[in-house]
Nanobody, 126 residues
Framework: QVQLVESGGRLVQAGGSLRLSCAAS????????MGWFRQAPGKEREFVAT????????VYADSVKGRFTISRDNAKNTVYLQMNSLKLEDTAVYYC???????????????????WGQGTQVTVSS
């Protein structure tokens, strides 16, 4: 089973930047698409970004496009989310997710991802 651990979440002022990291266990990291999702209080978990196995393809939610960048380092079994120009609306728990063996391209739906981290809190202040 794949285990994921997020880190990097903290309090940051609006307009600031933050980089989240997600470290994955196992030897199959390079065979799995990875994604970032977030959940704010009182809201459903929503898609943020996804990256293909090789890192050649990325997809972003409209709300973060142009501000966030997802990347991966397969040699380190790590996926990143660089967040710039942060807004109050970005406040949420951010989750890292991995695809399963049979779903190499899960897309933007959270139910198509097999493994999840415990989340890291990002709070944007005014």
């Amino acid at each position: 089973q794949v285990q994921l651990v997020e880190s990097g979440g903290r309090l940051v002022q609006a307009g600031g930047s933050l980089r989240l990291s997600c470290a994955a266990s196992g030897r199959t990291f390079s065979t799995r698409a990875m994604g970032w999702f977030r959940q704010a209080p009182g809201k459903e978990r929503e898609f943020v970004a996804t990256i293909s196995r090789s890192g050649d393809t990325t997809v972003y939610a409209d709300s973060v496009k142009g501000r966030f960048t997802i990347s991966r380092d397969n040699a380190k079994n790590t996926v990143y989310l660089q967040m710039n120009s942060l807004k109050l609306e970005d406040t949420a728990v951010y989750y890292c997710a991995s695809s399963g063996w049979s779903t190499p391209n899960p897309g933007i739906q959270p139910n198509l991802y097999r493994y999840w981290g415990q989340g890291t809190q990002v709070t944007v202040s005014s």
